[in-house]
């Protein structure tokens, strides 16, 4: 397969980006929310026009009356969503829980699918325990009581967890923290006796919450998939977030990108554009360069996830580190070359580097990624 | 099972039944590559065997019309065929100037002639081809060109002098920048191709840093060239030029390589990996050694159906130059002392030592990275004076 968009493919993107530069834009979304110091951070109008759209349900089969599309659709709305900054629960919700709740029962998905295809839910995943991504140690623990399971323990960066009506969980039912085996994922309703979330506001102005968990009981209706079983979907929903949040990471480092691009071609100082000096032009060019080659990376992963290939794991946590990498020098070149405005918060381009650095962390960062890359090609 | 499918198959079958074992390793360096020509000695009969099996089928230039001695592969058939031969580790049958940089420019400018009579003698590897662009004067500066082809009717009289042309002393013709009108820069530049055994052409190499010779000092001294050995018109061939140019660019960044030797992590294992900060260095070059792979993959696809932007072979050329140097910088830390060997038996002759230097010259030949970067900066990124 090509690596480039279907035709279908790029008259969604013209549709995404056409839709979030004129609904989901920094001074409509981010800025409005963060400004009135919104608990969601994000807003619900426009999480229903994501529904309106059919972007909620792109990860959704079609017999769940989603969209059945791939991981490449998914990415190509959320490069619109990281190039306009947009808050949304799209990540969170469509694209995590949603592929979680692939693996779930008639029930469950009966549950709760509808409320995401309407843009009337929104869907947490809870997974980290301490300040670093480590999905290889699950500690929470979920006891069998009956028929039914008590979950304890406590969740670290759970992104939109605040404003969720599910929170997807990785608990351990058996072996030890580090086991591959022994996981199983649960669906949490927000509501939920011995829950408790607690909202954290983070530097991009975007809501992550401390989850936890106190013997809250559930039945076995929760569960996701199978029991000491969830090892398989966790590595699933955690692919789908890694891929996305890099497509997410292109689009951020294009936005930056763009935006210093055309201030070089309009600050003057010592009588001339500053773009014309070479020192700024060999850096953008370098940075072009990134930016291309960690797009490539990015669809290269997508393409691999959405054919089942052996190959995905690896190239998506190629894809995470190269678009983090490229991302980061995105909006560190893009403060340095505004000079003195990039500093001030009524520039944008500083908005950009706080998201950035949310997102480099988000489900694993350079380091994390290389060391997988290392790993997996086995040194 | 679809077109592309039974093609994969029939492919695959083929390279099964084709390629001989000891062509399924990657070449140890340039020298062990099959660079074809009159005089060239095959290395073993293996090598001869897999490049007429090949070019019987138009397998060496895939892509290329049937007339021309091609298989006439489409963008996504190629891409098959490039994907098994990467899967059997299988390295190319031929390797040529003439393939990768002079073939695509007559494909586009040549005369149905020139295409018919040269394109065939590079498929089948009977013809080698050196580049005369550089001179000592003019390096980056390219256009600065001086040697001079003087017009005598019927033919062009050639005097000047090219530098680092690579397997000056090893090709069979040249394809050759020459100036045909002095009040003229750009458009007083002819590409004229001709035979280096022509009566005039002398060629020294040129002792690099790595010890080897690839490139030469070659020398025109009244050299006659028939005026019907032009690639497209007199005083255009600065146009061509620049053509080639970005399949040059395109080569050297190695785009559409093989994935097994884009990585150094693995490789560098079987030595010991006990310093963990050289891990991490890899592990690092890895990440972006694979990203490199799909951005050639999508690069490959892009131009194939003219979605690439005009001047990408330049970033191509940039990313991909920078890359192997840092690969084999790489290469070097994790070989030791054993990789400082530069004349026994067991460091092939200081094969790692040689590389290493001879990458020194990939962000230099074919336009350095100062100079890709400009491009980029002035034709990608339109900024301005540049």
Excluded at chain 1, 41 to 53: S, T
Excluded at chain 2, 198 to 218: Q, R
Aim: glycine share 10%; with cysteine.
């Amino acid at each position: 397969m090509p690596l480039y968009h279907t035709e279908d493919q790029a008259m969604l993107a013209d549709t995404a980006r056409q839709f979030m530069a004129d609904e989901g834009n920094i001074a409509k979304q981010l800025r409005h929310y963060r400004d009135m110091n919104c608990k969601d951070g994000f807003g619900h109008a426009l999480w229903k026009q994501f529904a309106e759209l059919g972007f909620t349900g792109i990860l959704v089969a079609e017999a769940d009356g989603g969209l059945g599309m791939g991981h490449v659709e998914a990415g190509i709305v959320l490069e619109e969503v990281g190039r306009n900054l947009t808050p949304s629960p799209f990540l969170t919700s469509s694209v995590m829980a949603a592929t979680a709740l692939g693996a779930a029962s008639d029930e469950l998905r009966g549950r709760y699918l509808p409320g995401l295809l309407a843009g009337d839910s929104v869907f947490a995943v809870a997974i980290d325990e301490g300040p670093k991504h480590r999905p290889e140690r699950i500690a929470t623990k979920a006891e069998r009581a009956g028929n039914d399971f008590k979950l304890s323990g406590a969740k670290t960066f759970v992104v939109q967890g605040g404003s969720a009506d599910m929170l997807v969980v990785a608990a351990r039912t058996a072996g030890s923290d580090e086991d591959d085996a022994g996981i199983t994922l649960f669906a949490v309703p927000r509501d939920a006796a011995g829950l408790s979330v607690e909202n954290a506001r983070l530097v991009d102005s975007s809501q992550a919450a401390h989850v936890k968990l106190d013997g809250v009981q559930l039945d076995a209706d929760a569960v996701i998939g199978e029991v000491d079983g969830g090892r398989e979907v966790l590595n699933r929903v955690v692919r789908a977030g890694r891929v996305g949040a890099a497509a997410e990471s292109v689009g951020v480092a294009q936005g930056s990108f763009d935006m210093t691009t055309t201030y070089l071609k309009q600050r003057k100082q010592f009588g001339k554009l500053i773009g014309e000096f070479q020192a700024l032009q060999h850096r953008a060019a370098h940075l072009y360069s990134e930016l291309e080659i960690a797009r490539a990376t990015v669809i290269k992963a997508q393409q691999l996830l959405d054919a089942g290939s052996d190959k995905a794991d690896l190239m998506v946590s190629v894809a995470k580190a190269k678009a983090g990498k490229a991302a980061g020098l995105a909006v560190k070149e893009g403060v340095q070359m505004h000079g003195g405005i990039g500093m001030t918060d009524e520039y944008d381009i500083g908005l950009y580097m706080k998201r950035d650095r949310a997102l480099a962390e988000f489900m694993g960062d350079l380091y994390y990624h290389a060391d997988r890359v290392a790993k997996l090609s086995g040194y | 099972m679809s077109d592309l499918e039974a093609f994969r198959a029939e492919i695959r079958a083929w390279l099964e039944e084709n390629c001989p074992p000891e062509m399924r390793e990657p070449p140890r360096d340039e020298d062990d590559m099959c660079w074809g020509g009159r005089n060239f000695q095959f290395k073993n009969e293996a090598q001869k065997l897999w490049l007429e099996r090949c070019a019987a089928k138009g397998y060496t230039v895939p892509e290329w019309p049937t007339p021309y001695g091609g298989a006439g592969l489409s963008p996504a058939q190629a891409k098959v065929w490039r994907e098994e031969m990467n899967r059997l580790g299988a390295r190319p049958p031929l390797s040529s100037f003439g393939i990768w940089m002079l073939g695509p420019a007559l494909l586009k400018f040549g005369t149905e002639e020139q295409k018919v009579h040269y394109l065939n003698q590079i498929a089948r590897g009977e013809i080698r081809w050196c580049q005369g662009y550089s001179e000592p004067g003019s390096g980056s500066d390219l256009v600065s060109l001086q040697t001079f082809g003087e017009d005598k009717g019927d033919h062009w009289v050639v005097n000047g002098q090219k530098i680092w042309t690579s397997y000056a002393n090893k090709a069979d013709w040249i394809f050759c920048l020459v100036r045909t009108d002095k009040a003229n820069k750009y458009q007083g530049i002819s590409f004229l191709l001709f035979d280096m055994a022509s009566p005039g052409v002398s060629t020294k190499p040129i002792l690099l840093i790595s010890g080897n010779s690839p490139f030469c000092e070659t020398f025109f001294d009244n050299v006659a060239v028939p005026k019907h050995q032009i690639v497209g018109e007199v005083g255009r061939g600065w146009d061509v030029a620049k053509y080639l140019l970005g399949h040059e660019r395109e080569m050297i960044s190695g785009a559409g390589g093989n994935d097994r030797l884009n990585t150094i992590g693995a490789f560098a294992k079987r030595n010991g990996l006990e310093d963990p900060l050289l891990r991490a260095e890899l592990a690092m070059f890895d990440v972006d050694a694979l990203a490199f792979s799909a951005m050639g993959e999508k690069f490959l696809d892009e131009i194939k159906v003219g979605k690439a932007h005009p001047a990408q072979p330049n970033m191509m050329k940039y990313a991909g130059t920078e890359l192997n140097k840092r690969r084999h910088e790489l290469l070097m830390a994790a070989g030791g002392s054993a990789a400082l060997e530069w004349e026994s038996e067991s460091s092939n002759h200081g094969g790692k030592a040689r590389s290493w230097l001879r990458t020194k010259a990939n962000s230099i030949e074919g336009g350095t990275s100062e100079v890709m970067l400009n491009v980029i900066s002035k034709r990608i990124l339109d900024l301005p004076g540049a």
